[in-house]
C-alpha cells in the first residue's frame, strides 16, 4: 500500500495535547507494520516546519526537518503535471474549507497513484474519496 501523509497527522504525532495524537501513532504503526509505503510533499513539510515553529518553537521544527528527510518516507515535490492537476481540482471545489494545498494532496495522490491519503481533515477525506475514484 502507497499512503500519502498530511501535516495534521505529523503535527498531531508530535503534540501530546492534540485529540488525536494516539490515533495518529497508531495510525503510523500500523502504516509501518504492513510495510507501506509513505509519502509527502515538500508542500506538507512546509506547513509543519512553519506550525512547529510558531506553536512550539524552531528546535521542534528542525527536529522535525531532521527526521523526516533522513527517514523512509518518501518526499514528493511538485512538477507543473502535478499543478496543473491541483488547479483543476480547486478550481471546480467550492467547499471553502478546501486549501490549495488539500488540492495538491489530491494531486500527488493521483499522479503518483497512491492508495491512501492519510488526514484528519474530513472535508479533505471526503474530496479524496469523491475525486479519486
Known amino acids: ?3 500519502f501523509i498530511d501535516s495534521n497527522v505529523y503535527i ?3 503534540n ?9 501513532l497508531e495510525l503510523l504503526d500500523t502504516l509501518k507494520s504492513q510495510k507501506s509505503e509513505l509519502f509527502t510533499s515538500s508542500y506538507i513539510i512546509s506547513e ?11 528546535k521542534t521544527a528542525i527536529v522535525f526537518e531532521n527526521d523526516i528527510y533522513s527517514g523512509n518516507t ?3 515535490i511538485p512538477k507543473r503535471e502535478t ?3 491541483a488547479r483543476t481540482i480547486f478550481r471546480k471545489e467550492i467547499n471553502k474549507n478546501i486549501s490549495y494545498i488539500d488540492c495538491t494532496n489530491i494531486a500527488f495522490c493521483i499522479r503518483y497513484k497512491l492508495d491512501q491519503l492519510i488526514t484528519f481533515d474530513k ?3 471526503k474530496l479524496f474519496n469523491k475525486t479519486v475514484k
Open 83 to 85: 499543478e496543473d492537476i
Open 1 to 3: 500500500m502507497k499512503a
Open 12 to 14: 498531531s504525532i508530535l
Open 48 to 58: 509543519c516546519l512553519t506550525v512547529l515553529s510558531q506553536k512550539f518553537n524552531h
Open 123 to 125: 472535508d479533505l477525506t
Open 16 to 24: 501530546k495535547e492534540e485529540s488525536t495524537h494516539i490515533q495518529s
Open 74 to 76: 518518501k518526499i514528493l
